[in-house]
């Protein structure tokens, strides 16, 4: 499986003003490290929890449906909330792509992770064993850093506040944000 990012997202989960009063820092002499910490954080977040803060657009490469389907047959995608399917496509015989008819599938809105319900007969098969399907989709808790839910940003600034501190430190300790992470988190049974 892989997961691209094809329209990255138009804003951060906070703003360069945001992480600055938390830091203390008044000139904009630091102006670039901030937006650097507060993006590698976003991103650490989002590794994490298999979310989108911020509104993203993402192109997920499988070999098989078997390999993101959930126990009940679901397609599970590797981010969400959900907001959108673009285009499923499956490879044919030749190599070539042709985009599946959305009546095929139903996404689940909203769903973390983001998952896809096929209807009728279900999905066909990719005639490529190997990078065979794609899914093209949108996801994230909305466009702007206010849509994101507020312990998230909270988890955001304590890593960009650690991170400006312990400059030298080559790991992001999730640890110092799990409370704020927790609730967000994805439950296996």
Not at 27 to 48: N, S, V
Not at 53 to 61: A, N, P
Not at 121 to 148: H, K, M, N, W
Request: aromatic share 6%; charged share 25%.
């Amino acid at each position: 499986m892989t997961l691209q990012v094809l329209v990255p997202p138009a804003a951060e989960p906070v703003t360069l003003d945001e992480a600055k009063a938390v830091l203390r820092v008044t000139d904009g002499a630091e102006d670039a490290l901030i937006q650097r910490l507060i993006r590698a954080a976003r991103q650490r977040i989002e590794a994490a929890l298999g979310l989108s803060l911020i509104t993203t657009t993402y192109r997920e490469i499988l070999d098989l449906w078997s390999d993101s389907l959930t126990p009940n047959g679901y397609i599970r995608l590797q981010r969400g909330p959900l907001l959108s399917v673009v285009s499923v496509r499956i490879a044919n015989q030749d190599g070539d792509y042709e985009t599946l008819d959305p009546s095929r599938y139903r996404p689940r809105l909203d769903s973390r992770p983001g998952l896809i319900v096929p209807l009728g007969a279900g999905l066909p098969q990719s005639a490529q064993p190997v990078s065979g399907l794609e899914i093209t989709y949108r996801c994230g808790f909305g466009d702007r850093a206010e849509t994101v839910p507020e312990p998230l940003r909270q988890a955001v600034l304590a890593l960009v506040a650690h991170s400006f501190e312990h400059r030298e430190a080559a790991e992001l300790p999730l640890a110092l944000v799990e409370p704020w992470l927790a609730p967000f988190r994805r439950v296996r049974l």
